[in-house]
Nanobody, 123 residues
Framework: QGQLVESGGGSVQAGGSLRLSCAAS????????LGWFRQAPGKEREAVAT???????NYTDSVKGRFTISQSTSKTTLYLQMNSLKPEDTAMYYCAAGFGVRNWVRESDYIDWGQGTQVTVSS
């Protein structure tokens, strides 16, 4: 089991940009998958963007065209570039790691979670 540490959250106005980072350590098995989830106040946590073990990406519809997920070659750092931010993107953003992820939106497929980084978008 590894460790995930997020950074890069903050407060921005609508239309602005933020870049989140997640430092992943302690993963010795290469076929793990990293992804981003978020949880807004009063709502359930939802998948935002993830990689699968082949390096292919998944995005939830509400962020397509605005957010881009990327990772370092060594898979030790995960990024989420967020552009054209909207107030509805306000949430705590979490980095997650999983092995053998079959359903990229399913929380239970991920075994490790970071502490989260807060993103607040004002109108």
């Amino acid at each position: 089991q590894g460790q995930l540490v997020e950074s890069g959250g903050g407060s921005v106005q609508a239309g602005g940009s933020l870049r989140l980072s997640c430092a992943a350590s302690g993963y010795t098995y290469s076929r793990y998958c990293l992804g981003w989830f978020r949880q807004a106040p009063g709502k359930e946590r939802e998948a935002v963007a993830t990689f699968d073990h082949r390096g292919l990406t998944n995005y939830t519809d509400s962020v397509k065209g605005r957010f881009t997920i990327s990772q370092s070659t060594s898979k030790t750092t995960l990024y989420l570039q967020m552009n054209s931010l909207k107030p509805e993107d306000t949430a705590m953003y979490y980095c997650a790691a999983g092995f053998g992820v079959r359903n990229w939106v399913r929380e239970s497929d991920y075994i490790d979670w970071g502490q989260g980084t807060q993103v607040t978008v004002s109108s």
